[in-house]
């Protein structure tokens, strides 16, 4: 991960307030070319696309006949992955007429905010922002802000309506989620990494919680707490993985989301990585298949301020909702003498990406990806972050776009059940036409890494 400083913007003097940002995620620009000729680099990771219409053993054939080893052969896409051990090998697939583009397996990450020590990260310290903490309210104010009038998440709850978590896992355990089947059944979960899709991280847990947490009396309570949780895990225990990982969960999705009960009609994917539109047809393909199939894709739009919508993957394809991060309450400021006003409920949070929606492509909407940012005397603004579900039990927060696109994804599974809505660009128009403050927010971060994107395209709000 790397680092930023940022300064409050229109302080004069060199006065500033500064903040550092982590979890600005970094990700290694791979090159599409392969090896050079008669080089050998060892054993490298491709994706392989086809042309259409290639059945799947004729691309085995294909790729055993390069001498390359098969790792996934695809059904929703003509694409494969597999291991190419060497430039000739490398060489004898590029010299196959069938073979359209072969691309590198790019590392995937959760967009997720890293803690540090308070006043010098995103999270706030221990029991307050970064980790841990309690509550004595059930529901949380980032659920509060985007039901509208702060109404009892339970009235309009997303029962019947499936939502697919594509993330880290999911902590089956937990005393809030109600999650379908068995994490080590094929059939009724999905994962890239060991045996289980038991949750080994954390921020698949998390957003599970805001999503779709119980309102039970205990911990907190999601913005659609009567949905049915499915379990997809595509990153580690470190929160990484590869567009491999990523097509495969998306395509155990496709393949189960009318066969399983309740159908799954959302997919939330708080994952991504630097990257442009048609930098691997293949993904894009397998979110487009699940478009096709009316299954709404939520996305986080990313953690670095100094990037657009359009310059992370999967947050740029125009089949998805990308979703920015805001505030959802008023913070305070210790005494700050640089900057004396409070960053209010609904400013755009200081590390999201964003980028204006051009009617294909960019933030659909906003959503709380932390609960306020506070100033400290020492001028440091401290995110404190968004409360959901710890695993192994109880609660902790976490910050960032990650913890937005829940929020959206619940809100989702609740218009479909409410309004019986189909067809993913009629549920983005209702999105749309229905958020709050539209024209007025998200109010512009004081942070000197915020640029104004050219829309204000409100805040996310649930029937």
């Not at 495969?248 to 994952?271: D, E, F, K, Y």
């Not at 100094?306 to 008023?330: I, K």
């Not at 809505?421 to 007025?440: H, K, P, W």
């Not at 109010?443 to 996310?460: F, K, L």
């Amino acid at each position: 991960m790397s680092s930023q400083r940022m300064a409050i913007q229109g302080i004069s003097h060199g006065m500033a307030v500064m903040v550092l940002v982590l979890g600005s995620i970094t990700m290694q620009q791979a090159m599409a070319q392969g090896p050079s000729a008669g080089e050998n680099r060892g054993p490298a990771n491709y994706i392989i696309t086809f042309r259409a219409g290639t059945s799947q053993a004729q691309r085995a054939a294909a790729v055993r006949r390069a001498g390359a080893e098969l790792r996934s052969n695809y059904s929703i896409v003509d694409a494969v992955s597999a291991v190419v051990p060497n430039a000739n090998v490398y060489a004898a697939l590029q010299r196959d007429t069938s073979i359209l583009e072969i691309i590198p397996n790019r590392e995937v990450h959760a967009f997720q905010s890293a803690a540090g020590r308070d006043g010098e990260n995103i999270n706030a310290k221990p029991g307050t922002g970064g980790g841990g903490g309690t509550t004595t309210s059930e529901v949380q104010p980032g659920v509060k802000r985007v039901i509208a009038g702060g109404a009892d998440p339970s009235a309009t709850d997303g029962a019947g309506i499936g939502v697919a978590i594509v993330d880290t896992g999911i902590d089956f355990n937990h005393r809030d989620l109600s999650v379908y089947g068995s994490p080590t059944n094929n059939a009724e979960s999905f994962t890239a990494h060991g045996s289980s899709c038991l949750d080994d991280q954390g921020h698949g847990t998390h957003v599970s919680g805001i999503v779709a947490a119980q309102k039970n009396g205990v911990d907190v309570a999601g913005v659609a707490p009567g949905a049915k949780l499915f379990c997809v895990k595509v990153l580690n225990a470190q929160g990484s993985g590869t567009d491999d990982d990523v097509i495969n969960g998306l395509q155990w999705v496709a393949v189960h989301a009318t066969s399983v009960t309740p159908n799954i009609r959302v997919v939330n994917m708080s994952l991504g990585r630097e990257g442009t539109l048609g930098d691997n047809g293949a993904l894009r393909g397998a979110v487009d298949a699940l478009y096709d199939a009316g299954i709404v894709v939520v996305v986080s739009a990313g953690n670095d301020s100094s990037l657009e919508v359009t310059d992370n993957v999967p947050a740029t394809y125009p089949e998805v909702f990308a979703v920015a991060s805001t505030t959802a309450v008023d913070g305070s400021n210790a005494g700050c003498r640089a900057y004396t006003k409070t960053i209010k409920a609904d400013t755009a949070s200081y590390f999201t990406t964003d980028g204006a929606f051009t009617g294909d492509m960019g933030v659909t909407i906003s959503a709380p990806g932390n609960e306020k940012e506070n100033i400290s005397k020492a001028c440091f603004i401290n995110s404190v972050g968004i409360l959901s579900l710890k695993r192994g039990g109880g609660t902790t927060r976490m910050s960032g776009t990650s913890m937005a696109a829940p929020h959206v994804a619940g809100v989702v599974a609740r218009k479909i059940q409410k309004e019986g809505l189909s067809g993913v660009e009629n549920i983005r128009t209702s999105i749309r036409n229905n958020a709050d403050l539209d024209g007025t927010a998200p109010i512009d971060s004081p942070a000197s890494g915020y640029s104004y994107d050219g829309e204000r395209e409100g805040i996310v709000q649930a029937p």
